[in-house]
């Protein structure tokens, strides 16, 4: 999809835009998780694109107030990225299943 909610610690400082190493192709590996909430780009190498938040609801909201691209140049509010994020969680928690 080109975006993807992540779970890391809430003490989670890798630069934003910064490539996470872990999606090259050689390292393969993903960043720490923990309790935050963080948006990610996985269309090129992916970094991530919000500082880290304690609650979805906050992650949402800087989404929103911040213009976060889902696509291109497309934005969404607050509503629509909560329903993002929660289908990306069910959909994960799907695949889960089949490990």
Do not use: H
Not at 3 to 9: G, Y
Not at 51 to 65: G, H, I, K, Q, R
Not at 91 to 96: A, E, P, Q, R, V
């Amino acid at each position: 999809m080109g975006r993807e909610l992540k779970r890391v610690p809430l003490d989670f400082d890798w630069p934003s835009g910064k490539t996470w190493s872990g999606y090259l192709p050689e390292n393969k590996y993903n960043p720490p998780s923990g309790i935050g909430y963080q948006l990610w780009e996985t269309t090129s190498e992916g970094s991530p694109m919000s500082p880290v938040f304690s609650t979805l609801d906050e992650l949402c909201e800087w989404c929103e107030y911040n213009n976060a691209s889902i696509f291109a140049n497309d934005t969404m509010s607050k509503e629509c990225w909560k329903a993002f994020f929660l289908r990306d969680i069910e959909i994960k928690k799907s695949l889960k299943k089949y490990e």
